[in-house]
Structure formats: C-alpha cells, structure tokens
C-alpha cells in the first residue's frame, strides 16, 4: 500500500529537482561570461604598464651628452651666483652661464686651473687654466689659455647670460679637459691683451666644475 505513494513522492520530486538544475545551468553561463569580460580587459593592462616604464628610465642617461656643471658661489663681501653648464658638442664644448648679482657691464669670465674655491678671495683656485703654455687671449683669439671665455656681460639688473661653443676645452680626460677646474667670475672687464690675466681684478665667484651626466667617449 505504501510503495506506489512512495514511488509518485520520489518521482515528483526528481522532476521537481530536474527543472531546477536545468533552470541553474541556463543562468550560469550566461552570468560567468559576464564576469568573464571584465576580466579579460583587466589583465592586459599589468602586463603592458612594466614593459612601457623599464626602457624609459635607462635610455636617455645612456644617449646623453657628456656633460659638467659648475655652481658659482659668492666670494667674500660679493652676493655673485650662478650656474654655468658645459655640454661636449661636435666642434667643442657649449658653454651655458646663467649669472646673477653683478655690477652691470662686462666681467672675466675664465677657467681657473685649480677647481679650489676655499680661499675667501678664491686665489685658490690659482691662475688661468693653461695647459698648452700660450699668451693670455679673448675666447676667439688664435693663441690664448684654454681657460679664456672672455667676458660675460650684465645688464641694468646685474644678470649677465653667456651661451657659446668653445673651441679650446674638452669634457673628454686629456689635457684640456677642465673636469675638476675652477671658474671664476672677475670684478672688472678682462681686456682680452693684458698680460697674464686681462687686468679683470678681484674674483667675486667662483665654483667647481664637476662631471653631470652622460658616459666618456
Ligand atoms: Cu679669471
Ligand atoms: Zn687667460
């Protein structure tokens, strides 16, 4: 008497389980290929953001131009600064200054051979940079030191800005290299003949040229 109520029980509740299963499975898929889109477009991203940044940060130190750099500081009792950059070019060496706290009008403006700017009056830093032993000259002069850039001129201001390609000075290890120098900026006009010096008088700053970037050739 129990068996046929039994076997509808069992059988009703098997269909039952049936079409739920078959409600489940067709939601399912539907909602992981959902879930799987978003993911899809996620991943690429981590992999290609590494790849674009690590070849960015050691290419342009390789590729750079042999560069120095002095920081021009004030001698005792004078409020002279700047910055002057030497990048190796072609043909030379570009000289870019960038001066502050002058009187207005021309100054001596040169590489000193000692890179010694400790002395109150920067006599440290010795003369002018010399190595081929020739006259004392302007910039363009066919004999002059290697350390003669002549003057720089500053305006009403006292801001003097000097952008040049010297012939004389390297970058690259060598007699003429000024790697370790001194620059000096003077209180009067250098006249380009006097001897040994140009008649520039005292220093009002000076700074240390000092290696800035790129790999020697
Ligand atoms: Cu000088
Ligand atoms: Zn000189």
Redesign the pocket.
Known sequence: MNTPSTLLVLALSTALLIACSEEKSAVQPSAESNAASPTATTTPLPTTSPIAVSPVTPSPEAAGPLQAVAELEPTQGNNVKGTVTFTEVADGVRVNAEITGLTPGKH?F?V?EKGDCSAPDATSAGD?FNPTSKPHGAADALERHDGDMGNIEADASGEAKLNYIDHNISLVAGERSVIGRGV?V?ANPDDLTSQP?GN?GA?VACGVITRAGGSER
Do not use: K, V
């Open positions: 001596g040169h000193h002018h000096i003077h010096s520039a220093r």
